[in-house]
């Protein structure tokens, strides 16, 4: 098991909410541009990946004869990538624009949470390390 | 450096916010200006303003490149990219008592809807508290950042 484990999904995480600001930023600065649309991570695909790496899911694994055949089903998902989705369908305005402020300064507050409560984690993780490497005597 | 990009773009929102402000303040002062322009010996009313606004690096060589290679670094800020006039008719008013009426007595008036401009500041400021609250928010989380492993 690897000792750093959590704290590698937690800085993924990290990176996950920090894109995701800056593309709630994007669509705010933009609330008043034509033809600009809405963009968004999409979370939903990252929870499958990671589930799938955590073995909650079954995984399909193809069988291969020489580790340098190309893989078969999902490859190692450790350099997954968070997938941007642009809500292209929908038209909020006139000019084709769809940023819909309400929706993105809800956004905006629970990205800003959802991260502080990740960097707490993470504290919480480190001073756990710390605690294990002073045995225990603080 | 990623790590500010994210409130440049905000800051490129209150830049295009305040500009959009400006253009509307002028518009507001001239709406009752005859003598914007003088044009082969006749003066011509002010005409009203209006900003395009467009994502930045709307073609250029990174947006291209990036949206070739799968780059995840597509977030984009707003820039006003031109100010251009309101095609709009002028407002002909009768008074044949001022200097630059015609010799029918009309005085043409600038273009400018007061109403409109006034719609317009609201939404101005607006975005602009918008983008505030997002920097201020952003803000918030590099800060946090700094506290990781403290």
Same mark, same amino acid.
Request: proline share 4%; aromatic share 8%; glycine share 2%.
């Given at each position: 098991m690897n000792l750093f484990n959590s704290i590698q999904s937690l800085e993924r995480a990290?990176? #996950? !909410? !920090?894109? /995701?600001? /800056?593309?709630?930023? %994007?669509?705010?600065?933009? #609330?008043?541009?034509?033809?600009?649309?809405?963009?968004? #991570? %999409?979370?939903?695909?990252?929870?499958k990946k990671e589930q799938i790496k955590n073995g909650d899911e079954f995984e399909f694994q193809g069988y291969r004869t020489n580790p340098k055949h190309i893989q078969i089903g999902s490859a190692s998902t450790n350099t997954y990538q968070p997938k941007i989705i642009m809500e292209n369908r929908t038209s909020l305005l006139n000019n084709e624009n769809n940023v819909d402020i309400d929706y993105e300064m809800t956004k905006l507050a629970e990205n800003n949470i959802w991260y502080n409560t990740l960097t707490q984690m993470a504290n919480k993780e480190f001073s756990m390390l710390r605690y294990v490497i002073s045995e225990g005597r603080r | 450096m990623k790590l500010f990009s994210t409130m440049d773009i905000s800051a490129s929102a209150l830049t295009a916010q305040r500009l959009r402000m400006d253009v509307i303040s002028s518009n507001i002062a001239n709406a009752e200006t005859t003598r914007g322009q003088y044009v082969d010996g006749k003066w011509i009313p002010y005409t009203r303003k209006m900003i395009v606004m467009e994502p930045t690096? &709307?073609? *250029?060589?990174?947006?291209?490149? *990036?949206?070739?290679?799968?780059?995840?670094?597509?977030? &984009?800020?707003?820039?006003?990219?031109?100010?251009?006039?309101?095609?709009?008719? =002028?407002?002909?008013? =009768?008074q044949p008592n001022h200097p630059d009426a015609d010799e029918n007595g009309f005085v043409l008036y600038p273009n400018v809807d007061i109403l409109k401009e006034m719609v317009d500041m609201i939404s101005a400021t607006r975005a602009y508290e918008a983008n505030v609250t997002a920097i201020n928010s952003t803000k918030s989380m590099l800060t946090k950042a700094l506290e990781i492993g403290r």
């Open positions: 990290l990176d #996950v !909410s !920090s894109l /995701r600001q /800056r593309l709630i930023t %994007s669509n705010i600065a933009n #609330v008043e541009t034509p033809g600009y649309k809405t963009k968004d #991570v %999409s979370f939903a695909e990252i929870l | 690096s &709307e073609d *250029s060589f990174q947006r291209v490149l *990036s949206r070739y290679s799968n780059d995840l670094s597509v977030a &984009e800020g707003v820039r006003v990219s031109k100010i251009v006039n309101d095609p709009t008719p =002028y407002k002909r008013v =009768y």
